[in-house]
């Protein structure tokens, strides 16, 4: 039996960050992880010569927000991030920018020419009233927009709903949209952060601004990256807005990222693979441990897999807080990564795209960060999907299959790997009716950290800011320092 200040349930990002964070504010920490490695969907692995991630990846506000702050505060080894570049839409007869601002709107050919004008009327409309502070994330994305859309325009809206909430238009907030597409930038400074956690002696790396991105190596996102270090509002971006920002891919793929995390934990902290944790023990209300391949005590247990699973851990819940548990809604993605014999002309570019008709994808050519992920001369693309939570996976799987193939015809011909990946994106969608877990529970010092518990921003980022909030809230607890 081992006693820990701090037993930390899962070992993916926000696991992670949880203990790198936690350990250097001075606590003994546990992480206990069911399966066999680390990193949960912060991952990459090899198959037949190519490293494929866990789902296609795009890591944003980069520039300034919660991840970044965490980077700077606690990591002792940073990742090196690769210009994102651009998000185009393909389409049988176009390949173009997707419109992130007023300008890029009015040459967006793929859609008619008065929807383009009615969007932009719309987006206008909702950043006003973000702007004044209005809530937007009970208003879906449906209502927000003119009924009188052609299906084209419907259908490309739909697709980037999907891809940023895993549901559709009608589910989708319109906070999801206006934050996912980086019109409302996720921001979190030193000052706020220490207001927050305490005052924090930061871990001398150099700033992530500074060494992250040499500019020598990568210009373009310096440059952009100190455009936007100046404030601008969020209707001021819609002028202006570029919507790969402060977005970066980690060379070397995802895992570079959970490397970073892993090579700045200190040696204190132990992780425990192949644990599962069954059952979290309470005691006059407060937590005292967990049992996983033997009883390990602690002070304080962080649970970071899903935040409905806590009922199945423990019997002392209220019914009302299970009820509000089970009101968490997810979504399950297929990401189908095909191995390229050859560096094809379609996929050519830097960024990633979206094909919004029938059966939408994104996709993403991350060999085009890094040559290193492909064999020689040879390229690997991730096209990610929002399945059809009531269609056999077979079904779902060959009918991504197709949807390739019609977009790019070509790519059939070039196939030398394929691998197919059925995930939970986020452990919370944000939707217009979905719940998110708060951080403290019922149960004295058990508290829930990652996806399920915010619902700023997205995937990792919003697992930062996760961390960043279960950091403010152990310091009211009195337990961080
Ligand atoms: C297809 C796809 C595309 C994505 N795209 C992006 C993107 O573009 N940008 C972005 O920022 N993010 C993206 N994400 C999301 C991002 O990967 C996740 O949000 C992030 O990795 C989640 O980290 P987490 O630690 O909260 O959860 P997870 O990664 O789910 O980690 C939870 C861990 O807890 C473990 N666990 C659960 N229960 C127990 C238990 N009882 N005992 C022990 N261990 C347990 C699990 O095994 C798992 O390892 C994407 C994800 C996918 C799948």
Redesign the pocket.
Known sequence: MGKYDIVI???????LLAALTLSKHGKKVLV????SH?????NSYMIDGFQVD???????HLAEGPLKILMENYFDYLPVFEDYGNYFARTEQHFVKVPSNLKEFAVFDPLPKKDRLLIAQALTKQLTLSTFGFDLTKQSVYDALPKNLSKDTYDFVDSISHFLSGKSMKETSVHRILTGSSFVRDRVTQEQFESIVGKHKKTPVESILRTIIPSEHHASLQDRIYSVSNQFSSLGRLATNKASNSQGYPRKGLKALLNAILFSLPKSVEIKTE????KIFVKDGKVTGVE?DEIYTADVVIH???AR?LPS?IEELPQAYIDELNGIVHSK?L?LWLGFDKILDEFNYIGSEIWYKENAYWAMPISNYDSSLAPSGKQLVGF?FAMDEGASQNTEIKKAYETVFTAVPNAEDHVEMQHE?V?????ASVTIDGNFAKIRTPVKNLYIA??DTDSRS??????AYSIIELLGILNEDSNLH
Request: with cysteine; hydrophobic share 30%; charged share 20%.
């Open positions: 349930i899962g070992a993916g990002a926000s696991g206990l992880e069911k399966k680390v990193g949960g969907n912060c866990t789902g296609p990846h795009a890591i944003t644990c599962e944790v069954r996983a970071t897999g899903f699973d851990m993605s990401t990610a990946q995930t939970i994106p986020e452990k990652g996806t997205m995937g990792i980022t919003r697992a």
